[in-house]
């Protein structure tokens, strides 16, 4: 592109210029737009499911499960406050989720996410700075999720998606601004003895199309459908203890694919091992289409009110994400 990217509306062509950028866009869903601001809701969010493949959709006693399946958060019995961080090579990834179990009723959840690109230069044809722009994407999340019954439980996440571009020293003060709204919906229900297996399904980011410029080039939200199940495996009891001091092994495997789309969905599979909440050993593989495929491994330790999840990703065929990414989740139960 030769020609200034001021030239023919300042608002599109500064998200154009901040969306190129990345080829995160083009990697996620190569249908898609370049300038597609809401491909961000498909990053994994969460050290406990990145560190089993990214395995989610059957997740639950724990608030990250509110990023791809809100009925997984049904099952909190305690308020929760989460800190999640990674570093993409789009840029950093950061989200804060709180919820609040009222006996009874559900579970009410916020929570706010952000992914922060960075800024960036914008040249003239020569090749001479002419200013910088701040791209971000952010997402403010109002969660309900209720246990129907002890085995059956219902979740709806609403979210405020936006795309914005600050920017420094341009020829007007106009921004590239856009902003949309979405659901995700779910529903998770457990069968067998001590509810051994879980199955959830997840309709994620179903709404309506992101304008950033005019409703011509207004972006479709990556909306999917996942379904998956975890099935957990006590061991024996330690010291023939009770049967609260058991070594357990739970296996989740998920299928996503677009929404309203057939053919051959991503398959994500992982592996969690553990005694009680105490210390957690994770592994999983995720066989995604367009990249995001590749192996994880990941870590949990809890002590008390305080937990802490590390995962780190070894990804092929993308520079979606910076080598050997890690993921870290810090939580505190009050």
Request: contains cysteine; charged residues 15%; glycine residues 12%.
């Amino acid at each position: 592109m030769r020609r200034s990217p001021f030239s023919g509306g300042w608002p599109g062509a500064v998200a154009l210029v901040a969306l190129c950028a990345h080829p995160a866009a083009r990697l996620i869903a190569q249908d898609q737009p370049l300038n597609s601001g809401g491909l961000f809701l498909l990053f994994p969010v969460g050290a406990q499911s990145v560190g089993m493949g990214q395995t989610a959709a059957a997740l639950d006693g724990h608030g990250e499960s509110v990023f791809l399946n809100p009925a997984g958060v049904g099952s909190l019995a305690s308020n929760e406050f989460t800190l999640h961080t990674a570093h993409l090579a789009a840029g950093t990834a950061s989200a804060l989720t709180a919820f609040f179990p009222r006996h009874g009723i559900g579970v009410f959840g916020a929570g706010v996410y952000l992914v922060d690109y960075g800024d960036q230069d914008v040249n003239d044809s020569s090749g001479t700075t002419i200013a910088r722009i701040a791209p971000r994407n952010l997402a403010l999340l109002a969660t309900f999720a209720t246990q129907l019954t002890g085995a059956f439980a219902l979740g709806v996440t609403y979210k405020l998606v936006e795309f914005r571009v600050d920017c420094t020293g341009c020829p007007t003060p106009s921004n590239g601004q856009g902003v949309t709204h979405a659901l995700d919906v779910g529903g998770q229900f457990s069968v067998g003895p001590d509810h051994a297996l879980r199955v959830g399904v997840a309709l994620r980011n179903l709404g309506f199309p992101l304008q950033v410029n005019n409703r011509d080039q207004a972006d479709p939200l990556p909306t999917r459908l996942v379904v998956g199940a975890a099935y957990r495996v006590q061991l024996r009891p330690v010291n023939d203890g009770p049967d609260a001091d058991r070594f357990d092994v739970r296996v989740a495997a998920d299928l996503e694919s677009p929404w309203r789309e057939t053919g051959s969905p991503d398959v994500r599979v992982g592996m969690d091992v553990g005694y009680r909440e105490l210390v957690r050993v994770r592994g999983g593989y995720a066989f995604v289409h367009q990249g995001l495929s590749g192996p994880s491994v990941g870590l949990g330790v809890a002590t008390g009110a305080i937990g802490v999840d590390l995962a780190r990703m070894f990804m092929t065929g993308t520079d979606l994400i910076v080598a050997n990414p890690t993921f870290l989740s810090f939580r505190v139960v009050f």
